[in-house]
């Protein structure tokens, strides 16, 4: 099996502000390298635990179609199936129809599995000749217009009704759009492909946004990104940061690895 970025998010789970304030960094020289390390830390602690901070569409590969039926997804939580595609036996690369399978998925597994009365169709016998794409991530970064009371996701496409909430990262002086607060839920209104409105009932009128928010804005459902996770995050740039070697010459040579694990322990999913 493996996993690829096809769309990548949109924002990083700790933002520059929240990274500095951490690592006590006040001068402004790093500005561009931190955000890197912050990039390279989450993608460990994402891959070791198998959880998806800010959502992305993801690709996972396949050599065949698993003889139990059930095509196993490594990285939660799956939000939606985006494609399931499959190399034929006349070598044809060949989408299967949405109706013709299910996902069942929660924030422990996602499964794949044929519709009811259906079996997948036979796969040619060769490296990723089964491909998944789907949406995982706790939380997806949007951009907001004001002007038009609209958010517009990066990755995910939201329907009507569906209940959300919204949170900015980015420090002491992330805001969100007026309008819209924290710990509470909204109901999307108006959804047209991947932008849409936020009203307080189900079928009302779109909350009137009379600023745009500051910082990293993003939209979740469910529980939020977690902070033992997110502090993994910060932790381990910190450290990379700090230490630009793998090796501190003239001092004991220590390890962050029982702090680090501790945190990444409490967030990893078994698949």
Not at 5 to 21: D, N, R
Not at 107 to 115: F, I
Request: a negative charge; one cysteine or more.
């Amino acid at each position: 099996m493996g996993l690829t970025v096809i769309t990548a998010p949109a924002g990083l789970p700790v933002s520059l502000a929240e990274q500095k304030l951490h690592s006590r960094v006040d001068a402004t020289a790093d500005d561009t390298l931190i955000p890197r390390l912050v990039s390279a830390a989450t993608d460990y602690c994402q891959s070791t635990t198998g959880q998806q901070l800010c959502a992305a569409v993801l690709e996972q590969t396949f050599d065949r179609f698993p003889a139990d039926g059930i095509l196993r997804l490594t990285r939660l939580p799956v939000l939606s199936i985006v494609s399931i595609r499959y190399t034929a036996a006349d070598d044809t690369d060949t989408l299967i129809d949405a109706d013709d399978y299910e996902l069942i998925a929660d924030d422990y597994g996602a499964q794949v599995r044929p519709a009811l009365g259906l079996s997948w169709p036979s796969a040619r016998a060769i490296a990723n000749s089964v491909r998944v794409r789907f949406v995982a991530g706790t939380a997806d970064a949007v951009t907001v217009n004001a002007s038009t009371n609209t958010l517009t996701s990066n990755v995910r496409t939201f329907a009507n009704g569906d209940v959300v909430r919204v949170a900015a990262s980015g420090g002491a002086d992330a805001a969100l759009p007026t309008g819209l607060a924290v710990d509470t839920d909204y109901y999307v209104v108006g959804a047209s492909g991947k932008t849409f409105g936020l009203a307080t009932a189900a079928g009302g009128s779109a909350i009137d946004l009379t600023t745009a928010g500051t910082g990293t804005i993003y939209v979740y459902t469910g529980q939020p990104m977690s902070e033992t996770l997110r502090a993994a995050v910060r932790l381990l740039a910190g450290h990379w940061y700090e230490r630009r070697e793998p090796i501190i010459v003239g001092a004991i040579q220590a390890e962050i690895s029982f702090a680090l694990d501790a945190l990444l322990a409490m967030n990893r999913v078994f698949v």
